[in-house]
């Protein structure tokens, strides 16, 4: 999710207060950014690290780490590291075996960040003993990890082959395709199912002017902008002919994307022009730990006329996140809207902009450079979310996930049947629409 839907009044305040913390302990001047820290050392390179995370992280609050405390038990061993870094290497070993293994480096920087619970943050760094190899950790997939297990998920490359078998069977019918043969990643698909559904398969938030888009011509509108104008036309035709019993929008493994997206995507279309409130947010406000905006409604609007009354169910699971969580939280605050599937990514948090706590040696809170280390010639990067919401039961999932109205599982086993092959969370929304789910 790249910025908020709704900039309210008392946002635009808050945002330019500087809230203050008293606490001063909490950003030493030894490991300040500004302090040319000796990057070609893993002290150097941890301290960098350890410090970035320390002025940038969002989630303090809800956090129970002494991030102080792991600076004083980690720097003791990096030192170490660069002690026996340099015997090594004056004892002439470096030819013989390696000095210390990516695996090694990953456990240390995974104890190092085990508890943090931005689900967007990422930590990237190069080996400095072996400048070949770049690690990359998430330290929120640990703690997600540990409360939800590995549980099934639907591949990316079954989504086309399941339209093809719906269409044959006549499920689906009146099919509107957008995304490249072989581009599984963006494969939106539309189309009614058994003459009483919608359904839409929504992989990511991708922008689209959906005025603009229709005032061009026919040829030059895009795929997903005519897959789009499908849904809007069965919705409008099928609640004025009354076939339609209700909507299926698929989110599973959409990752996100642009806020701006949110009201022409098909969530955006059920809902009316009227603000709704589906919680509140806090914005990063300052590089102290717990320099946060107010908490401030957060606000999101649709595109339709009038917003679709029927039942609605949206598909999710361990690969929905950011702003497929944002149509999530939707759902939490519609009374006849139901999500079904597994638990969703914990990736709810996102960013102002992609200019806030960028540092000059190292990548700070950035969520858009795809080069940090050839931008800024450092050998680390981290991004974090600037952002922290809660729902509208004031729950933050961040980090552990949305759960489910109704849990189903994927089930391999059906899915890889030849004969028979079957989606059991596609049939589950459509025996929940239908009355026939069985109850658990």
Request: aromatic share 12%; net charge negative.
């Amino acid at each position: 999710m790249k910025s908020p839907l709704h900039i309210s009044a008392a946002f635009i305040l808050a945002s330019v207060l500087i809230s203050c913390n008293g606490d001063e302990t909490l950003r030493p001047d030894p490991n300040s950014p500004q302090a040319n820290l000796e990057l070609s050392t893993f002290t150097g390179q941890f301290k960098s690290i350890w410090n970035g995370i320390n002025e940038g992280y969002t989630y303090w609050p809800l956090t129970d780490i002494d991030w102080d405390r792991r600076y004083k038990e980690f720097l003791p061993v990096f030192e170490q590291l660069d002690s026996d870094y340099e015997e090594w290497k004056e004892n002439g070993t470096a030819a013989d075996c390696d000095f210390i293994t990516p695996d090694s480096l990953i456990s240390l920087y995974k104890s190092l960040t085990y508890g943090l619970i931005d689900g967007h943050m990422t930590v990237k760094f190069i080996i400095l003993n072996d400048p070949q190899y770049t690690i990359s950790i998430s330290p929120a997939r640990q703690i997600w990890k540990e409360r939800n297990g590995t549980p099934n998920v639907i591949g990316r490359d079954d989504f086309r082959p399941y339209t093809a078998l719906r269409k044959n069977t006549g499920i689906a019918t009146r099919i509107a395709v957008s995304g490249d043969e072989g581009d599984y990643s963006s494969y939106n698909v539309c189309y009614a199912v058994g003459g009483r559904y919608l359904y839409y398969r929504y992989p990511g938030f991708e922008y689209d002017d959906f005025e603009e888009s229709e005032s061009e011509q026919v040829q030059q509108q895009s795929d997903y902008h005519k897959c789009l104008k499908h849904f809007r036309e069965l919705l409008a035709e099928g609640q004025k002919n009354k076939w339609l019993k209700g909507v299926i929008i698929d989110l599973r493994r959409n990752g996100g994307g642009a806020c701006a997206a949110f009201p022409y995507s098909p969530v955006g279309m059920l809902l009316d022009r009227s603000m709704l409130t589906i919680g509140t947010y806090q914005g990063k406000n300052g590089l102290g730990h717990y320099d946060l905006t107010p908490r401030i409604p957060f606000i999101v609007t649709g595109s339709g006329d009038t917003e679709y009354p029927g039942p609605v169910v949206l598909l999710t699971d361990g690969n929905t996140g950011s702003m497929a969580e944002i149509a999530v939280l939707t759902a939490q605050s519609k009374p006849n809207w139901t999500v079904i599937g597994t638990t969703t990514a914990g990736a709810i948090g996102g960013w102002f902009g992609n200019s806030y706590f960028t540092y000059m040696n190292g990548e700070v809170g950035n969520g858009y450079s795809q080069n940090a280390f050839v931008r800024y010639g450092a050998n680390y990067a981290i991004r974090m979310s600037h952002m922290i919401l809660r729902g509208p039961d004031g729950v933050c999932s961040e980090g552990i996930g949305i759960d489910p109205d109704i849990a189903i599982e994927f089930d391999y086993e059906k899915n890889r049947k030849t004969v028979g092959r079957q989606d059991s969370q596609f049939k589950a929304a459509v025996s929940y629409l239908d009355g026939t789910l069985p109850v658990r």
